[in-house]
């Protein structure tokens, strides 16, 4: 995967900001938390919705390619149905939008300039 890397791209990625000094160490815990769970919905999202199309006896897409059902035909997708689309929905509109706000308090209440940059990075073409 190397030839993904940004270097290959005339990218140069800046260091990462540290957290700021003042962050209590159960503020971090709970940045972490939430990054970790972030990533998992990111994972699980997909798979639920794709699990439940293919219980349902439906093809899905991914991108061009068509995807057929993986599994056979049963009323377990009502299950893979309420995580898709009720449960694990739920969780990352709380989740994201406590993320988003509490970045944004750090940035402008705290005024911990260089958090967001944790996220965004400074990015430097050299193309
Ligand atoms: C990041 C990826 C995804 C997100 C954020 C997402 C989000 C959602 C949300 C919010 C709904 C509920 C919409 C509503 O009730 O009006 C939904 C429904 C649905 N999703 Fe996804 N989805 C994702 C990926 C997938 C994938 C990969 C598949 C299939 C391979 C899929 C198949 C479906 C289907 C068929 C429904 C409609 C279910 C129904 O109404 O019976 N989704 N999705
Ligand atoms: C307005 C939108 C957003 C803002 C302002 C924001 C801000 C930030 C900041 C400041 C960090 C660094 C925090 C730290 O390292 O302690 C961060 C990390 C992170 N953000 Fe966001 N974020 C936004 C949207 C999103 C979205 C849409 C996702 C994915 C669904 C996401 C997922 C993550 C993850 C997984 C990390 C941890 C990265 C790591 O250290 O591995 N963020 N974000």
């Known amino acids: 995967m190397g030839f993904l890397s940004p270097g290959s791209f005339g990218i140069k990625k800046s260091k990462r900001p540290d957290l700021d000094s003042s962050l209590k160490p159960k503020d971090r815990k709970m940045a972490h938390l939430a990054h970790i769970a972030l990533y998992m919905l990111m994972f ?15 093809l899905s897409w991914f991108f061009i390619w068509e995807l057929k059902p993986f599994l056979s035909e049963s009323e377990a997708y009502k299950f893979w149905g309420l995580l898709h689309k009720y449960l694990l929905q739920y969780l990352i509109y709380f989740i994201l939008g406590s993320h988003i706000l509490g970045a944004l308090k750090h940035q402008f209440i705290d005024k911990h300039t260089k958090e967001l940059k944790r996220m965004v990075s400074e990015v430097t073409v050299y193309l």
């Open 44 to 58: 699980f999202i997909p798979i639920t919705g794709y699990i439940m199309t293919s219980l349902h006896g439906y």
